[in-house]
């Protein structure tokens, strides 16, 4: 807080964002920033400290800049952010990389593997202005996966590995889906389509609501849901088992979706015989998952 602090008794007419040790400094003009650049370089070195050469740059808004993997400018005036164009481009370039290193592998492993990529991008970045960036995502996607497929079968026409891979779903053509087994039962795997991915805008929080205000305890539940229930795809497993736990961690109590990571458990063990069912499945936060499993009564608990 103190740089935020600084700033503003340099000049209150300038703004600040922070993330982390990653910080932009806003203003009207150009020679504010410059003092404000000076006097952030005095306290950085009174503390052994300096800013970065590299990410330090003094820039209008009509050219835009890359904060957080996001990239911000004016258009005629109006303010757009959207996904930067090197994180696009190194996120195309992974999924080509992961879908080299599947080359012997087959269909169903590939959609299991690409679709956590490829949903974790889209929740990312579904907040800003990125429908025509899915878009040439889906695009750079089927043509790896169009290539995979030819090399799988070097003497097929292209009638035929079409047919073979991609189907027609819902009027959709050329969805990468095959069917596949999961414990001896059948199972549809169909890749994660980003270009359908609905775009939805942040919604700040009221004010200076704090998550520590018992007052307020509704109105957070109510953000975390919202957000839990735009994470996964509805009416999917994992979608249909937060739902049943009212998108609450069981041991906790607190809401699943708080910043922690997410761990799908089995309530009856599969060494005991439990089967991957919505009814035997519920999601826990990593550290309350660990807890199921070295504490009995927290396990028992569950059941």
Same mark, same amino acid.
């Given at each position: 807080?103190?740089?935020?602090?600084?700033?503003?008794?340099?000049?209150?007419?300038?703004?600040?964002?922070?993330?982390?040790?990653?910080?932009?400094?806003?203003?009207?003009?150009?020679?504010?920033?410059?003092?404000?650049?000076?006097?952030?370089?005095?306290?950085?070195?009174?503390?052994?400290?300096?800013?970065?050469?590299?990410?330090?740059?003094?820039?209008?808004?009509?050219?835009?800049?890359?904060?957080?993997?996001?990239?911000?400018?004016?258009?005629?005036?109006?303010?757009?952010?959207?996904?930067?164009?090197?994180?696009?481009?190194?996120?195309?370039?992974?999924?080509?990389?992961?879908?080299?290193?599947?080359?012997?592998?087959?269909?169903?492993?590939?959609?299991?593997?690409? #679709?956590?990529?490829?949903?974790?991008?889209?929740?990312?970045?579904?907040?800003?202005?990125?429908?025509?960036?899915?878009?040439?995502?889906?695009?750079?996607?089927?043509?790896?996966?169009?290539?995979?497929?030819?090399?799988?079968?070097?003497?097929?026409?292209?009638?035929?590995?079409?047919?073979?891979?991609?189907?027609?779903?819902?009027?959709?053509?050329?969805?990468?889906?095959?069917?596949?087994?999961?414990?001896?039962?059948?199972?549809?795997?169909?890749?994660?389509?980003?270009?359908?991915?609905?775009?939805?805008?942040?919604?700040?929080?009221?004010?200076?609501?704090?998550?520590?205000?018992?007052?307020?305890?509704?109105?957070?539940?109510?953000?975390?849901?919202?957000?839990?229930?735009?994470?996964?795809?509805?009416?999917?497993? #994992?979608?249909?088992?937060?739902? #049943?736990?009212?998108?609450?961690?069981?041991?906790?109590?607190?809401?699943?979706?708080?910043?922690?990571?997410?761990?799908?458990?089995?309530?009856?063990?599969?060494?005991?015989?439990?089967?991957?069912?919505?009814? #035997?499945?519920?999601?826990?936060?990593?550290?309350?998952?660990?807890?199921?499993?070295?504490?009995?009564?927290?396990?028992?608990?569950?059941?």
């Amino acid at each position: 807080m103190a740089r935020e602090q600084l700033i503003k008794t340099t000049n209150p007419k300038l703004g600040i964002v922070r993330y982390a040790d990653d910080f932009i400094v806003t203003a009207r003009d150009k020679c504010c920033l410059e003092k404000a650049k000076t006097r952030i370089q005095q306290w950085l070195s009174e503390r052994g400290l300096e800013l970065s050469t590299e990410k330090t740059v003094i820039t209008p808004l009509s050219d835009g800049f890359d904060f957080l993997g996001f990239n911000h400018r004016h258009y005629k005036g109006k303010l757009l952010i959207k996904p930067s164009k090197k994180k696009v481009l190194d996120f195309c370039k992974r999924i080509g990389k992961e879908i080299e290193a599947m080359k012997g592998c087959q269909q169903e492993e590939v959609i299991r593997k690409l #679709n956590p990529i490829l949903r974790g991008f889209a929740n990312y970045y579904k907040g800003g202005v990125s429908k025509k960036t899915f878009s040439y995502i889906s695009h750079r996607v089927w043509l790896y996966l169009w290539r995979w497929a030819k090399r799988r079968h070097p003497n097929k026409s292209k009638r035929w590995i079409k047919q073979r891979y991609f189907k027609t779903i819902k009027g959709k053509d050329w969805v990468f889906t095959c069917l596949g087994e999961n414990r001896g039962k059948e199972k549809s795997y169909t890749l994660y389509s980003i270009a359908s991915t609905p775009i939805e805008r942040h919604i700040k929080v009221k004010g200076e609501a704090s998550p520590d205000d018992p007052s307020l305890k509704e109105y957070w539940k109510k953000r975390h849901q919202k957000y839990g229930k735009s994470y996964w795809e509805k009416n999917s497993r #994992n979608y249909k088992i937060a739902q #049943n736990q009212n998108w609450v961690c069981p041991i906790c109590g607190e809401p699943l979706f708080n910043g922690e990571e997410i761990e799908t458990h089995h309530i009856t063990p599969e060494a005991k015989g439990g089967r991957d069912d919505i009814e #035997n499945l519920t999601h826990l936060h990593r550290a309350c998952h660990k807890q199921v499993h070295t504490s009995k009564s927290k396990f028992e608990s569950l059941k």
